[in-house]
Every structure is written in C-alpha cells, then in structure tokens.
C-alpha cells in the first residue's frame, strides 16, 4: 500500500485522537484530494479525509506524533491555508453569511459586476447585429480591473496549487482567462484590434465563476442548516442550584455530572438529566423526531434540547455539561457528513489526473487547430474554452452535497447515520432482519399468568422464588418478575450456587430450594419434561397466544411451575414490516424466543420468515447464512447479545433505547424505539444514493460533452465560462431538492 494512503488502518490497540481542521482555498475536487494526500503523510497518521462541501479535514492519527500546527504547515506547503476548528464550533456554528459571502468576495463581486456589464452589452449587442461597441482602450480599461482585482484568488490559487506539483480548478481559469486577456491587450498595443479581442471573454468567465461559487456557498451553507439547527437546540448557560438553596446561571462547560439544573416553564432542557422534583410535558421532538410532548416526572430522564412545558423542574445532571445526548447527535451527523463515500474515491482517482489531461487537452486543441486547420486564433479560442469549460468542481459537490442533505433530513426524523459508507450500505438493502424483544415489541414484557404444579407451593411463593434466582439480571424477563414481585409486596430472598446456562436459563439455590429455571429446551435437554406431555401442551398453549413461558422445575424432579409473561407488540411494528414490503425488503424474524411466540408474533406482523430459539452465539450465523444466499442484510436489534449481529451485518441498525454496546455497533440508530423510523432510513438512504448517482451522472455527462463541444469551437470563453458555472451550482440545488423528494416526504 502506498504510505500516502489517506486509509492506512491503526495498529490494533494503538491510542489514536481526532483533529479537526478548517481548510481554506479549496475550489474543486482535484483540491480536496491534493489536501487529503498531504495530510496522509506526517507521520503517525492513520486516516485523512477531507470533504469538499463541508471545507474541512477530518485526521485519525496516534497519539504524541504529528501536532495540529505540523498539519497545519503541511497545508500550507500544499499551496492552502487551515485552522484547527473550535471544539463542537463546525459549519454549523458559524453564523450565516451575507449572500455575497465574506468582505472580500463582496469586494471582488462588485468589481467583477461593475467592470463586466459593459462588455458583456457589448456582446451582446453585437449578437443582436446592433451597431454599438466599445472602443479597444476603453475594453482594455474595463477588463483590467476584474483581470488584476477580481481574478487574483485565481492567479495566487494556481501559483500555489502549481508550486506544490498539483492542478486544480484555479490554474484552468488562471490560463484561460489570462490566456483570454493578454492575447486581446497585445493586438490593442499593437493597433490590430480589428482582427478581434476577446476581453468581454475572459471577464465574464471571471465573473461567472465567481457568481457560481458565491450560488454554490449559499446552496452548500443550506445544505448545512440541518446541524446549525441541532446546534441551537443547545443552550449556552444552565441555572444551577446551590446548597444554601439560590440560583446562579453558569456556562454549560461548567456543568458537571450530579449538580441540580433549575428548568423553568418553555426553557429548553441544558443537559440529560434524572428529574429530581416537578412534573411536566417534555417536547422532545427536535432531538427524537417524537411529535407529542411526553409526560415526565420524578424519577425520569430528560434529554438536553428538549423543550419543557408548563412545570418547573429540578433535574440533576446525569452527563457532564455539552456532552449529553444532543451533542453525540451533532457529532454522528457531523462525522457522517464528513466521512466520505466508497463511491467518492473513484471521484477523487478521476479528480486527481483531470487537470493535467485538459491542459495537454488544451494544448492539443490549439495545435491541431494551428496545424490542421491553418487557423491559430481559432485554435486559440477553442483552447482557452476548454481550459474554462473542464473545471472538476460539480464532480467534487455531487456527493458530499447529498451526503450533507440526506443526513441531515434523517436526523431532523430521529435517524442517526453513523457514515457515508452505512448510507451507501444501507442503499443496497434487501434483507431486514429484526430481533423481537425491544424492538418489534415493546421490550416491557409483563407477569399475566402463574401455573402451579407443586402442591407445596403457591403462586406467590413460585413469583418469589423465581424473582430472587432473577437478582442483578438486566435480561428483560428478569425485570418483568423483580417488578412482578414488588407489585405484590413479595420478599426477596438470597441466592446460592448460582450457574447460568446461557441462552437457557440458570440454576440456583433459594430460600434453601435449588431451582432449575429457564426455557422449555433447557427442561428438554435435562429431561425435565418431554415433547407433548401434559405440561408441554399447556406451555403450547400460552406460547401460540404470544405468551413467552418461563419453565421452574427441580433439577432432579418434576416441573415445579409455569410463568407466563407477555410482551405487546410495538404500535408502528406491523406499519414497518408494510412499509419495507413495499420497498421491496424481505423482512425476518430472529429471535432467542421459543418458536410458538416467535410465529405468534410474526402472524400479527405480516412476517414470513422466522428463525426462531437461536442462541445469541449464533444470531451472527444466521445473518452470514443469510449473506451467503446474495442478499444484502440490515440487522436490527438493540441488545448486547445483538451486538455480534449487528456488526455481522451489512447494515446494523440500533433502536435508540437499547444498549450503548448496540448502538456503538450500529452503522444507523433510531433515536426512539419505533420501528416506522426504519423503512424512513432506508427509504432515505435509497433516495440519497439515486442522488448521488443522478449528480455524478450530470457531472461526467458534463465533462465528457462540454470539452469536445469546446475543443471543436462550439463554445466561445464566456459561454463555457457560463456553463462552468452552471454545472456546480446544478449540482448543489439537486442536492437541496432532496427535500422535496418522495422519500423525504413520506418519512
């Protein structure tokens, strides 16, 4: 592998830390790469990726090698400028700009405008066969401004570009326009300004390309607004309340885990947060996507950003101040929204070689027009259109535009895109595959049903036993019978020799009573029951009710009891499994629940395929068996023993309210556990490539028309340089009308 590789992968183990820089002077995709190889070779570093729409870098490297400062050098040798970004201060932060950009692109804006309109009636004047034109000096007068002010960035950008050994879009428009206008000055000193100048050429590609790149900022910093708009969700200071009982308002920063927050009536929540005293609705709905206010009271977790209602609340703080769930958000979404596409390194190998093939196009151009055809000034023309024509910037935009745009349609609906690379994953899904528990229901199974077999027991006494084996258990049926028991005020009692039998159940001593607890194959396998005797049939029974049973019996006798707990099936379940059916997706039950429940709970879903009594060890298999048959599979869960699963998968998709292990796997989480936010995923996700490949598609299209269209004479400077900047701007705007796409609409 070439150590410039901008993906070298880690050392295993290896400390590594992020840097993040702000790059300045980047104008088309040919930039960007440049960036991203120099940035690949200080020592040290790992990973460099830079994003064109975004201007920044994004540097994986080991700890105690390369300094920001030695990154920062590293780009500025390469002809650009960088600046280390302001923790958590991205393109979001950024206050909006006026439309014409900063002071200087102002500046630059009106000297192009003011200089160009004349020459540009004269133009058109002489289109329109009218008898108007300028006089050669005054052309001559008008064009040096926008030539020597406006053209500068050009000049300095290709001087840069080229003392550092790379092409990009400045040294095209550099020759082109200076080619253009040093060609028209010399017949004007030479008294030969009848044979044609071509001031009113190189001036309005100036301009044009200045227009566009001013369109394109606007269009990209829209592009943006999905972060800035997380990003004012979060407020700068939180009122915190003291021991003697007082307020006093601090910095975010300062807000540490465990101090109280003072909420008021319509502020929005500073941190996450455990409330400690008062009653309201929360409005959590620009941070899940969850439309209706929730009830919360003591006891209950709040998210920072979220907006409280008509209570005033005391809430002790669960995350350090601007590390709570709002900020991992704007950092998922600002990750995937710089991480780049596999796509976009084909993009970035063209890029890479493209200006140096136009210049020798150019030249080409010009020498078989000069040889073949005997006319140099025609060959001159046609040479300076190509150079202007063939700039990279809309192959540059066509994708991290849609990534930016998709992305942050999806986290406005609660959908968190871990990268670029999940998206484009997530476009090929054919296959979904859900676990049950937590994710097509509700994950809150509860105690419905108590079967006593053991004349020495009663049901309370069997609930109790049951519930102490069950003691420190985050298993959700272990919750359900702990809960099931404090309901009934029932004691707990200490637990002895205790082995689990994973994916089973467990045996355990109890209040002097040693237990075999579990599922119907753990009383199989050690011969506590048998297929279709009495008990067996009962169990039968429950489960083709959607009852999952819990089997107690004594190790070296009979079946002591039956419990059965149910578990509702979530509200948008059947919707999503519907909906995905409609994309086009099979959809798959995979569970380590018992096959009864398990086609219970697939009849009332519409689901066909079932895997059911799997083991956690062997829910990845099912997934690679899956793999193995073509099919491209999202895996959804939100358990740890989903976790290997998930990361099997080719798409893993994490419910929002399951564990950290899952959601860290997870190439997509939804934020809130409703399965309806899966078919908007991926429904997105199909949208967001057809994008992307709509806009690559203009873009080659573009390249591959426009510079033999110019190199054949067809195209004058100025209409090239038109066409240039058309082709970025179209670019951008596709990218924005992703908001009004079906997919968009629908989710």
């Known amino acids: 592998m070439d150590p410039r590789s901008p993906d070298v992968s880690p050392p295993e183990g290896a400390p590594t830390r992020v840097i993040d820089l702000d790059i300045l002077?980047?104008?088309?995709?040919?930039?960007?790469?440049?960036?991203?190889?120099?940035?690949?070779?200080?020592?040290?570093?790992?990973?460099?990726?830079?994003?064109?729409?975004?201007?920044?870098?994004?540097?994986?490297?080991?700890?105690?090698?390369?300094?920001?400062?030695?990154?920062?050098?590293?780009?500025?040798?390469?002809?650009?400028?960088?600046?280390e970004c302001v923790p958590e201060s991205g393109t979001a932060d950024r206050p909006d700009a006026p439309?014409?950009?900063?002071?200087?692109?102002?500046?630059?804006?009106?000297?192009?405008?003011?200089?160009?309109?004349?020459?540009?009636?004269?133009?058109?004047?002489?289109?329109?066969?009218?008898?108007?034109?300028?006089?050669?000096?005054?052309?001559?007068?008008?064009?040096?401004?926008?030539?020597?002010?406006?053209?500068?960035?050009?000049?300095?950008?290709?001087?840069?570009?080229?003392?550092?050994?790379?092409?990009?879009?400045?040294?095209?428009?550099?020759?082109?326009?200076?080619?253009?206008?040093?060609?028209?000055?010399?017949?004007?000193?030479?008294?030969?300004?009848?044979?044609?100048?071509?001031?009113?050429?190189?001036?309005?590609?100036?301009?044009?390309?200045?227009?566009?790149?001013?369109?394109?900022?606007?269009?990209?910093?829209?592009?943006?607004?999905?972060?800035?708009?997380?990003?004012?969700?979060?407020?700068?200071?939180?009122?915190?309340?003291?021991?003697?009982?007082?307020?006093?308002?601090?910095?975010?920063?300062?807000?540490?885990?465990g101090t109280l927050v003072l909420v008021r009536p319509g502020e929005r929540m500073p941190v996450d947060g455990e409330i400690v005293d008062g009653d309201s609705q929360i409005d959590e709905s620009l941070v899940t996507g969850e439309s209706l206010p929730v009830a919360r009271g003591p006891g209950d977790a709040v998210l920072g950003g979220a907006i409280n209602g008509d209570g005033l609340l005391r809430v002790r703080a669960t995350s350090p101040g601007g590390e709570g769930t709002l900020t991992r958000i704007i950092r998922l979404v600002e990750d995937a929204q710089a991480s780049k596409a596999p796509v976009q390194r084909l993009v970035d190998r063209v890029a890479a070689v493209f200006v140096p093939i136009i210049v020798a196009v150019s030249a080409l151009t010009f020498a078989l027009w000069w040889g073949l055809a005997g006319d140099a000034e025609a060959g001159f023309v046609a040479a300076v259109s190509v150079l202007v024509v063939a700039c990279p910037c809309?192959?540059?935009?066509?994708?991290?535009?849609?990534?930016?745009?998709?992305?942050?349609?999806?986290?406005?609906?609660?959908?968190?895109?871990?990268?670029?690379?999940?998206?484009?994953?997530?476009?090929?899904t054919d296959t979904v595959v859900f676990d049950k528990t937590g994710t097509l229901t509700e994950g809150r199974p509860a105690l419905d049903e108590v079967i006593v077999l053991d004349p020495d027991l009663d049901a309370d006494r069997l609930v109790s036993l049951v519930a102490s084996a069950q003691q420190g258990s985050e298993h959700v049926l272990a919750r359900a019978l702990l809960a099931a028991a404090a309901a009934g005020d029932l004691p707990l009692h200490p637990v002895s020799e205790f082995q689990a039998r994973p994916g089973r159940g467990l045996v355990a001593m109890v209040d002097g009573r040693l237990l075999l607890i579990g599922s119907r194959r753990l009383m199989l396998e050690t011969g506590r029951a048998r297929d279709g005797d009495p008990i067996d049939r009962r169990a039968a029974v429950l489960e083709r009710s959607g009852h999952t049973v819990v089997w107690v019996a004594d190790p070296d006798g009979p079946v002591m009891g039956l419990l059965a707990l149910s578990d509702p099936v979530r509200a948008g379940a059947a919707d999503a499994v519907a909906r995905l059916k409609d994309l086009g997706m099979r959809s798959v039950l995979l569970t380590g629940d018992s096959w009864a429940v398990a086609r219970s709970v697939a009849v009332r879903l519409g689901m066909e395929d079932v895997h059911a009594e799997v083991l956690p060890e062997d829910k990845a298999r099912v997934i690679d068996g899956l793999r193995a048959e073509g099919r491209v599979v999202a895996m959804v869960g939100d358990g740890l023993n989903d976790a290997p699963a998930l990361a099997v998968a080719d798409v893993g998709v994490a419910m929002g309210t399951g564990t950290d292990v899952a959601m860290h796997t997870a190439g997509i989480t939804l934020m809130r556990g409703d399965p309806t936010l899966l078919p908007v995923a991926l429904g997105l996700s199909r949208a967001t490539y057809d994008r992307i490949r709509l806009n690559l598609l203009w873009a080659f299209v573009y390249n591959v028309a426009a510079v033999p269209a110019a190199a054949l004479g067809l195209l004058t400077p100025a209409i090239a340089g038109a066409a240039m900047a058309l082709s970025s701007v179209s670019v951008v705007t596709s990218s924005l009308l992703l908001r009004r796409s079906r997919a968009a609409r629908l989710s």
């Not at 935009?397 to 999940?422: C, E, F, H, N, S």
């Open 25 to 83: 002077g980047m104008t088309c995709a040919a930039c960007s790469g440049r960036v991203e190889r120099v940035l690949a070779r200080p020592s040290g570093v790992h990973t460099a990726r830079v994003n064109l729409a975004t201007a920044r870098a994004r540097i994986e490297l080991e700890e105690d090698t390369a300094t920001p400062d030695d990154l920062i050098a590293a780009v500025r040798k390469a002809g650009f400028d960088a600046r």
């Open 99 to 257: 439309w014409w950009g900063d002071r200087r692109d102002g500046i630059d804006m009106a000297v192009a405008l003011v200089f160009t309109l004349p020459l540009l009636a004269e133009m058109v004047a002489m289109w329109a066969g009218l008898p108007w034109s300028l006089s050669p000096w005054l052309a001559l007068a008008l064009a040096t401004p926008v030539q020597v002010i406006a053209g500068r960035r050009f000049v300095v950008g290709a001087w840069k570009s080229l003392r550092a050994g790379a092409g990009t879009m400045d040294v095209l428009v550099a020759l082109g326009t200076w080619a253009a206008y040093l060609f028209s000055a010399g017949r004007v000193l030479q008294g030969q300004a009848d044979q044609g100048l071509y001031f009113e050429g190189a001036a309005v590609v100036i301009t044009l390309v200045l227009l566009g790149k001013v369109l394109e900022g606007r269009a990209r910093g829209s592009a943006a607004a999905a972060i800035r708009g997380l990003m004012r969700l979060r407020p700068d200071v939180a009122r915190v309340e003291r021991e003697d009982g007082t307020t006093e308002e601090i910095a975010l920063s300062r807000v540490g885990v």
């Open 394 to 428: 809309a192959l540059g935009l066509a994708t991290p535009t849609a990534i930016m745009v998709g992305t942050g349609l999806a986290a406005r609906r609660g959908v968190l895109i871990k990268d670029a690379a999940a998206l484009e994953r997530a476009h090929h």
